[in-house]
């Protein structure tokens, strides 16, 4: 755990459903075009150098400024509410 890849630990079966249950519904709470830029940026990152993946993660958040979900967020955070994201 010192080395930060391992953020929880669970003492049986149970408790590793529940945990994943509620990491999921986290998940779930967030922008999805901000859930799926995530994992496009890492699974690109994976394969490229350093460099190459600041490039890319730069084009990509340029492109979701366009969003409605930044929007819908930045809403839902001045007005202390929880945001509503579309459905893409």
Sequence with gaps: MCLGLISR???NEKEVVE???ALART???KSPIGVQGTKVVLNHARDHTILDSLDFVKTWNMSQLQ???LR???M???S???PV???V
């Design 72 to 74: 819908n967020g930045a």
């Design 19 to 21: 945990g994943a249950l």
């Design 27 to 29: 998940i779930a709470e």
């Design 9 to 11: 630990i669970f003492d």
């Design 76 to 78: 839902a955070a001045m």
């Design 85 to 87: 994201y579309e459905d």
């Design 80 to 82: 202390k509410q929880k």
């Design 67 to 69: 969003s409605m979900d």
